[in-house]
């Protein structure tokens, strides 16, 4: 359902015609009528089948690799190893501690430890079982805890401070002094689970060197330009040689937003080989893949006024990396830099630790690295509020940070519609009338957040534009649109036709997006931290402007008027003044080739480099051009027999700036609120260890094996089905940015965050019961219970 | 992906023709039906087998007969049509609702009461993949000699997770087994052994042709209760059917069935309780009753102690609904 939706409008002096029209995806249909070709529907002639053979103990040295007796078997064309691959890579430069095959060791469960090519899949799976490697199996940290005290057992012996792979500590203001002054001090500890993207699309990867030696390496990717620098830093080809295509993603939801073993491994065995090479991952592999959300582990103190004001946030957070940084770095900046609004904070400190540990690699998951601090600080402000008797939206408001202004980490905010998301939920839920007053077993819990609209800095140190679009036109009335972007299912490809339509007259149908092919298309970084709205979105707006601008010149001077008074809208060049006066736009398009030549323009995007952040080491890590903002209400009902939580309503309202395309921002809003419902209530990417922390962490490991996971299939690994979800309101609300292409900022992560704590919150205004350890489950809502009937809980 | 191993499929039309087929392949053979089962374990290695028998043309085993003191329902009758069939809906109405929480839709149109009641039991150690059983080193089960749920112990406890079960036992169910020996009548609550590598008494050259269902008394009534995480999907981690006989608020006779726990269910006779009114008391008393006689073991996913206390409330629950009061505790009715 939607709450409400009003844009204003205006371009080349005319209401906007595609731009906030309720369209759908043009690719759509496609997808749904099972026709969309994804990675693993390409079959190429000869083509061969890989398959990885993985380590079975967590950490261990690799003694011997003996592939003979495999490479012997009748069918297999090839097997690869790690000496084969040695280079290091990662995606953040800075942390190049992955290798495409183990070299030396293992650091997981699951890590890659040699790959086969053969004809089929089940000889590639028998040879796999014939190579024979000899380990030394190595004590196995799990726990974050346990890596920390063992700095001499190292995962990575390069690894300057023991198993300690980041650690970040940055103060604003005298958090001791503002502490010491609070009326009210907030203490709380957190610890926030591992969950896992759990796209439908496994990730799959298939390649194949031409006749004139071009690799081509189609793969199930969000980030092919990535892909394409470290394919060939690993494999030693120049990226010149090198093409990536990617195809139609099923979902990826920052799990597919770096290489993974499969990618170089398909591409070294099709060059060895000589012939097309595919690896597709089963659902296992994926969860070991993983690149999900890190537990982390929070302490929290808040001070206050005793008007609400927060005058101190102290945070101390332990991450729990896995076996590689992969964006670690980033996570941990991300888990202290983007808590600084929508709220204003007198003083600010935070350090926060990241450390590997003998476990799939954590990384970005929707809402990377703010989702687990935002839990914390918007429970600790619930907490606040019924110490201090204040309505929590209230005190929410009295803290609102504003618009065009600074966070006390020094990230400028532009437009803020925070208080606006407020009202809309606290009006769509009736909280007013319902707030404490649904009796108990029944609540009301609110949460708010923001978001980054794209980094504004490159993973890699580099002056080149972000993004880059061209367009071409011609006499046909069609408008080519090429872009590196990644369309994984968000609707990017749809974002980049509604600029370009909107801009030069056409209809969505007339707009042909090639996207995400490096032999066709212009650098894009990639769909991660919801920066292509932003981004190629400008560039888009750019191109399509410069050629809007050739058609309007050229009809203006076959009409002997001005190019103002030409506007192209509706598939017509028509007179600004007089509706009547107009001609089809394929003839506008005519004109204009007549005038100029054949039609093309570039458009490229750099983001600002003045005001933006802070000139302090780490200033730049949390930096973005644009923030989105977010208000969540959920409201649960609890058994309080059985302990179980039932999520009633999840209204959620959220400042996407301006919304280009309404239907895929509400479906942003509802899949992000899902995705964040199911790993607050059920979803757990859980790895066995012992010596679990008793603060009441599940205890459902049971004896076993450290390092192996809980659950290595969907049936295990619990995503809540149609029955279990709650209604959910989607309400969008639109603070243009002056930054945004017609004022958009992004809509696909931000809308996660606070429906965590929401839930939490309102578990509390149903009985009473903090639940500040997730996932929620039944067990702890007992727990809590039988402490409130002994005098436990307070706030 | 997970592939599915090379078998030998067999199709007869004649029951004759399948019970020849499974004599001539036993022990390395096994019956097929909807296959949402054996498939995949077949594709996690965790069943090795080379030869399947499919009961899809057998046509006496597909679809349910009432008589005037039973109803019959072929083994390869599916969950949905059990779930949908207004016979089985108005006679053994938690047989019907156990059938209508199996899996999901596409399962149920596909998997059959046969195959559910032959299900494979399930265990955390041994629903995984060759890797993940191979990184563990195997259990008691898969290809080693060690069980993880009860540390030292000899036989396998992997769980018993046929929905279906508990309430075919409360009922009082007959299943009727063919082989080329002739035709076998054993009660359900007979079928099942504990030993979790092979917990059902079906020999390979077994056909299990259907389940024979007395049509219960007026007096007699039976609940099935499920706890999962999930509302569909998930098999079961809480199972319990509870029979109450009786008029009048008075009980005559019954008993309570327990699964999840081991490779057998728990079967408690409520006989020596005659006299007892139905009513709150009873529920709390029942519930005392369970908690004392089944436990449930770290086998299946989830938190054993929650499951412990949850089978007391769902048993408790089943009561209620059979006494007429509401499900949850009167304080909690706020």
Known sequence: MTLSSKPENSSQGRPYTVVGARHGKPDALDAMAGLAKYTDDIALPRMLYARILRSPHAHARIVSIDTSAAEAMEGVHAVVVGEEMPARYGVIPWTPDEQALAVDKVRYVGDAVAAVAAISEDIAIAACKRIVVQYEVLEALTTPEAALANPHNKIHEANKHGNVTKQVQLAFGDVDAQLAAADLVIEGHYAYHGSTHAALEPHCSVAHVDGRGLLTVWSATQVPHYLHRELAKVLEVPTHKIRVIQPQVGGAFGGKSEPFDLEFVAAKLAMKTGRPVKCLYTREEVFLAHRGRHPFDMHYTTGFTKDGKILAVDAKSLLDGGAYSSFGLVTTYYSGQLLGSPYTFASYRFDSTRVYTNKPACGPKRGHGSVQPRFAIEVQLDKAARALKLDPIELRRRNFIGENTTTINEFHIGSNGFLECLALVEKASDWKARYGKLGRGRGLGVAGSTYISGTNYCIYPTDLPQSGVQICLDRSGRVRVFAGTSDIGQGSSTMLAVVAAEELGVHLDDVRVIAADSDLCPVDLGSYSSRVTLMAGNACLSAARDLASKVRQAVAKKWGCQKRDVILADRRAQRLDDPDVFIDITDAFILAEVEFGTLGSTGSYQTPRDDVHGEYRGGTIGASPAYSFTAHIAEVSVDEETGDVRVENIWCAHDCGRALSPVLVEGQIEGSVYMGFGETVMEHHHVMASGLRTDGARRDTGPGKDGLLAHSSLLDYRMPTTLDTPNLYAGIVEKPDPRGPFGAKEAGEGPLHSVVPAICNAIFDAIGVRIDSLPVAPEKILAGLRAQRSGGQSC | ?334
Not at chain 2, 227 to 249: E, K, M, N, T, Y
């Open chain 2, 1 to 334: 992906m997970l592939r599915l191993p090379p078998f030998a499929l067999h199709q007869p039309t004649t029951v004759a023709e399948a019970i020849a087929h499974l004599a001539a392949h036993a022990p390395d053979v096994r019956v097929i039906s909807g296959g949402t089962d054996l498939l995949p374990n077949m594709k996690l290695a965790q069943t090795r087998i080379q030869h399947l028998v499919s009961v899809k043309f057998l046509e006496e085993l597909h679809g349910v007969t009432r008589t005037a003191t039973h109803l019959r329902i072929g083994a390869a009758t599916s969950l949905q049509d059990l779930a949908d069939d207004e016979d089985v809906r108005e006679t053994l109405p938690a047989l019907a609702f156990a059938a209508s929480r199996i899996g999901s839709p596409q399962i149920r149109k596909m998997g059959t009461l046969g195959g559910n009641i032959s299900l494979d039991t399930r265990c955390r150690y041994i629903n995984q993949t060759e890797l993940w059983r191979e990184a563990l080193g195997g259990c008691l089960k898969s290809h080693g000699t060690e069980c993880h749920v009860v540390p030292g112990g000899q036989g396998c406890v992997a769980s018993l997770s046929a929905d279906t079960v508990p309430p075919l036992i409360a009922y009082g169910a007959i299943a009727e087994m063919v082989s080329d020996k002739g035709i076998r009548r054993a009660p359900v609550q007979d079928l099942f052994q504990q030993d979790g590598t092979w917990h059902v008494r079906i020999a390979r050259e077994e056909l299990l042709l259907a389940v024979e269902i007395p049509l219960p008394e007026p007096t007699t009534r039976v609940v099935y209760r499920k706890w999962a995480v999930r509302q569909s999907i998930d098999f079961p981690l809480v199972s319990v059917a509870v029979r109450l006989d009786g008029a009048d608020g008075v009980l005559t006779g019954g008993s309570i069935v327990v699964s999840a726990l081991g490779p057998r269910p728990r079967v408690l006779s409520l006989n020596a309780m005659a006299g007892r009114k139905i009513d709150e008391e009873l529920a709390q008393a029942l519930g005392q009753l369970v908690y004392d006689r089944a436990r449930p073991l770290p086998n299946i996913p989830y938190d054993a102690e929650y499951r412990r206390e949850r089978m007391v409330i769902e048993v408790r629950r089943a009561v209620r609904v059979l006494a007429g009061l509401p499900e949850r505790p009167l304080a909690q009715q706020a």
